[in-house]
């Protein structure tokens, strides 16, 4: 096709500018990955060994110009290091509910035995008592000890049993008679313990609220909950655990919301870094402000700002780009590139080069302020040297085509490309004829080779 064609053309300060994002981006989710293993407690050398050799391999792949495979890669990289954040915080919910859970079954059993003591007319200990009151907030040794401390209970308990049987307890009492083990705590639970599914949900409520990335202040809550386990009566705490963990899916409802826009702020903040101006640096301190006072709405507005600000910043740099690519490419080709073009170009949105001693036809190029799209035709004058005619237009066309496959190939040398969107057959539509004379600002002829520019690293 050597008629008129729509192209877009990408270069390689573009193809750069993209991988650049595409490795800050990963950078940012292998840090939130490496912040959360270390607020987990579950850092490792081999975590930390894994994402370094996988950003080096993403970094190889930029120095080695392999574009595609990069992108392809670092999508990659990121879904992973997202995934692995999900599975640490997975694994310290699970940890911290058990911990609760286990805490919550201690209190139960302690305030089960004590109750069954007193029945029996057997007075509570001290320090059966002492765990009811601390079971909730014990931990690691602590905790251990109360377990032991509700072991001996049970023990006492079932000692006590055996001499004086109530009504169903005559299979233990049987066997105690009969020489059968003292059952263990683990055991005595099992066979005891009924689970109160709305204790368990509270419990996974405020385990995920302890683990979000937001360092949430569940204090309040926990407070509650301590205060909800000291109630002797069972229907009232399990009135109040119904409030609290309705109370705690709503905490956790807007916590998630937070926390979503600060890992969002941060992102964007980060591109921001790489724009240099005053909008940019303006939009980064409302971004910091917003996050300190964790403001969801003034987040989400910031990040709308700050994508545009991205977004305009990129079109800009890579109009810029294309444009010079494509003059520089036409000048190395033997066409007058003058000074003055790139700005007249980007200015009128459209622009006519000629080659030296061809008077009667050129060649224009015209696209929108961001350049993302180009259409490359040739054109004629209204005033020729030589009579124009079908023929005559169709054989410049013909040699235009030529032309242009090697101004493709300058680009792609450089490491662009030019993709071809549409095309007609010379001949197939009539040549625009326009006044070469004021088709160019008259300017004195420059020309100049292909030049590489640094983009917007976003």
């Not at 270390?38 to 081999?46: I, K, P």
């Not at 209190?107 to 008592?129: E, F, H, N, Y």
């Not at 496959?405 to 007609?424: C, W």
Request: aromatic content about 4%; glycine content about 6%.
């Amino acid at each position: 096709m050597s008629g008129p064609k729509v192209v877009r053309v990408v270069t390689r300060e573009e193809l750069e500018a993209t991988c650049q994002r595409w490795l800050l981006l990963v950078s940012e989710a292998a840090a939130d990955l490496l912040r959360n293993a270390a607020r987990f407690g579950l850092a490792s050398s081999a975590l930390e060994a894994q994402v370094a050799a996988r950003r080096a391999d993403l970094e190889a792949l930029f120095r080695s110009e392999q574009w595609v495979d990069l992108q392809k890669d670092a999508a990659q990289a990121i879904e992973h290091f997202r995934s692995e954040g999900e599975r640490l915080r997975s694994e310290a919910v699970a940890a911290e509910a058990a911990q609760r859970s286990r805490q919550r079954r201690t209190l139960d059993a302690a305030r089960s035995i004590a109750a069954s003591l007193a029945k029996a007319g057997q007075p509570v200990p001290v320090a059966l008592t002492a765990v009811i009151e601390g079971a909730m907030t014990a931990t690691g040794t602590d905790l251990d000890a109360m377990q032991r401390t509700v072991e001996a209970s049970i023990a006492t308990l079932v000692q006590g049993q055996a001499k004086t049987q109530f009504s169903g307890q005559g299979d233990l009492a049987a066997r105690l008679n009969a020489g059968g083990p003292i059952p263990a705590f683990a055991q005595w639970l099992e066979e005891n313990a009924r689970p109160d599914p709305q204790a368990e949900r509270l419990d996974g409520l405020l385990s995920e609220l302890s683990t979000c990335a937001t360092l949430v202040d569940i204090t309040d809550l926990t407070a509650r909950a301590l205060s909800i386990s000291a109630e002797p009566s069972a229907d009232r705490r399990a009135l109040l655990t119904d409030s609290l963990v309705l109370e705690a899916a709503r905490r956790l409802r807007d916590e998630r919301a937070i926390e979503a826009a600060t890992a969002k702020a941060m992102q964007v903040r980060a591109e921001l870094a790489a724009l240099s101006s005053e909008r940019g640096r303006a939009c980064s301190i409302q971004l910091d402000a917003a996050i300190t006072y964790r403001n969801v709405s003034e987040m989400r507005a910031r990040i709308t700002d700050g994508e545009t600000l991205l977004d305009e910043g990129r079109r800009q740099a890579s109009a810029v780009a294309r444009r010079r690519a494509v003059l520089g490419g036409l000048a190395s080709l033997g066409y007058e590139v003058r000074e003055g073009m790139e700005a007249a170009w980007a200015k009128e949105g459209r622009i006519v080069v000629r080659r030296p001693g061809t008077d009667d036809y050129g060649v224009e190029f015209a696209a929108p302020a961001d350049a993302s799209r180009m259409q490359a035709r040739l054109v004629g004058s209204d005033r020729p040297s030589s009579p124009r005619n079908a023929n005559r237009d169709k054989d410049q066309e013909t040699i235009w085509c030529g032309q242009f496959d090697e101004l493709r190939s300058v680009l792609a040398d450089l490491g662009g490309h030019v993709e071809i969107e549409r095309a007609l057959a010379a001949g197939e539509q009539a040549v625009k004829t326009i006044s070469l004379t004021c088709a160019s600002p008259s300017a004195e002829v420059k020309t100049t080779k292909p030049q590489t520019r640094a983009l917007l690293r976003s």
